[in-house]
Nanobody, 125 residues
């Protein structure tokens, strides 16, 4: 069992930045691929970014490429999402997710086994 707790969400003006954190506990964090997803009101959950277990491979949704950066610190059991140049369309609840895997970078939500409770990000225009 892996427990995930997100933090760092909040209200920010368009053009601003936030850094989300996801702290993991319960198992060996470095065995898990991690991902960030988001869900806006009335919309389906969508992929944002993913990172493999070593941190050597990352992948981003086109909508955030060049603005968001995913990273991880295996010594701290934490994955981060640095969000710059935020837009009102980035407003959503952001979730981190984990799955035990080899070296893959996982992009699809159905493959993730563990999920955090989410953190709200609101970007005002």
């Amino acid at each position: 069992q892996v427990q995930l707790v997100e933090s760092g969400g909040g209200l920010v003006q368009a053009g601003g930045s936030l850094r989300l954190s996801c702290a993991a506990s319960g198992r060996t964090f470095s065995n898990y691929a991690m991902g960030w997803f988001r869900q806006a009101p009335g919309k389906e959950r969508e992929f944002v970014a993913a990172i493999n277990r070593s941190g050597g491979s990352t992948y981003y949704a086109d909508s955030v490429k060049g603005r968001f950066t995913i990273s991880r610190d295996n010594a701290k059991n934490t994955v981060y999402l640095q969000m710059n140049s935020l837009k009102p369309d980035d407003t959503a609840v952001y979730y981190c997710a984990a799955v035990s895997t080899s070296s893959e970078t996982i992009l699809t939500s159905v493959r993730y086994r563990y999920w955090g409770q989410g953190t709200q990000v609101t970007v005002s225009s």
